[in-house]
């Protein structure tokens, strides 16, 4: 079983900036395909960003593009989400997860469904 953990989040002010880190344990990390998603209350869970196994395919959502990115380290079974310029509306819990990567479409990995592992997530609060 894969087991995913993130950290990094924490309350920031608006226009501030958090590294999101994921680490991956009890898999073949380069295999899997890796996505953040983020919850706010009462919300359904939205896609954020994804990456391929081998590092060289990304994907981030529009409303994210030009402040997030997506990146990870093989070597350390790791995946980053860095997040900059923070609006309020980004307060969330972000989750990291993971699925074996079969080189499949942008818009099938934009979806949470298809993601066979999640960590427990983590908080960003952002502040106005």
């Known amino acids: 079983q894969v087991q995913l953990v993130e950290s990094g989040g924490g309350l920031v002010q608006a226009g501030g900036s958090l590294r999101l880190s994921c680490a991956a344990s009890g898999g073949t990390f380069s295999t899997l395909h890796m996505g953040w998603f983020r919850q706010a209350p009462g919300k359904e869970r939205e896609f954020v960003a994804h990456?391929?196994?081998?590092?060289?395919?990304?994907y981030v959502g529009d409303s994210k593009l030009g402040r997030f990115t997506i990146s990870r380290d093989n070597a350390k079974n790791t995946v980053h989400l860095q997040v900059n310029s923070l609006k309020p509306e980004d307060t969330a819990v972000y989750y990291c997860?993971?699925?074996?990567?079969?080189?499949?479409?942008?818009?099938?990995?934009?979806?949470?469904?298809?993601?066979?592992?999640w960590g427990q997530g983590t908080q960003v609060t952002v502040s106005s």
């Open positions: 997860s993971a699925t074996v990567d079969r080189a499949w479409s942008n818009s099938y990995y934009s979806t949470a469904r298809v993601y066979d592992y």
């Open positions: 990456i391929s196994g081998s590092g060289l395919r990304t």
